[in-house]
């Protein structure tokens, strides 16, 4: 089986920053000569597969990588009494006028974001309307992001429900299924490429310190210096929580191939870490999907 022109459906998994790793991955397949014929996304897997399917990722890679501190925090418009801490609507903003928007239905690419419907307790695939509300929606991360009004429900992170989405792709007439898992097991001796050991303060993220700050401006807390953050123990929680469902979700519809990013490779809010994840992802790529082929 020659890889030039084999056609296929990529599932983009979610897990928060360590997603960039998709942008990498992506790129792979388009030098190797895969032709990408639809894409189902949770969360951050969606936003990356939605930009994807509009034409943009490049555009996207260069922007993510380039954006600095001051810039980061500029976007996380906060809010009280808006079901999470940040509205959203300064970061879909930037996104929209970075690359534009488009109906899913028009996209090049088959395209499902996948959202998670709490009230009802079941997955919402979103393939029609505004790419961008799609997103929005699937990346509603809890405590974080506020919740998407549609069709009269509240949707949050589609990576609550189903954190690696093979099933939209059931029906598709590609030769090959990859998914994309960022909830891999741990792997102790994984180095990104030329990353340095970050000193105390640098292990916390940017955005995780703005997050964490807001969070004690509002909910004052004792803590001693080896205690845990309230907000890291919950991103703990779901990060356990979505490694599980994907790994069930795997075991109960096997792609042809599966690709595992370590989860303790970077954290969820960590994306100032965007040119690592990338390379990282495109190295896994060009090292693992080769052997499907053979």
Known sequence: MESSGKSISLVLGSGGARGLAHIGIIQWLEEAGYKIESIAGSSIGALVGGVYALGKLEEFSEWVKAINTV????????????????????IISTLLALTGDSLIEELPIAFTAVAADMTNE????????PLFDAIR??????LIFKPVEYRGV????????????????FGDHTDLTIAVNLSGPPDLTQQLPEHKEPSEEQKRSVISQKVSSFIDSIMPVTTT????????IAYQAID???GTIARQKLAAYPPDQVLEIPRNLCGMLEF?????????????????IPSLIR
């Open 137 to 142: 929606a699937s990346i509603s991360l809890p």
């Open 122 to 129: 079941k997955e919402v695939w979103m393939r029609r309307g």
């Open 225 to 232: 210096p080896s205690s845990v953050s309230m907000y890291a």
């Open 154 to 169: 509240q949707l949050l992170d589609g990576g609550i429900l189903n954190p690696v989405p093979i099933a939209p792709t």
């Open 240 to 242: 356990a929580m979505q």
């Open 272 to 288: 100032d870490r965007a040119e690592e994840m990338i390379e990282f992802g495109y190295n896994l790529a060009r090292k693992e």
């Open 71 to 90: 810039e980061m925090i500029k976007l996380l418009d906060f809010s009280l009494g808006s079901g999470g801490l940040v509205k959203g609507d300064k």
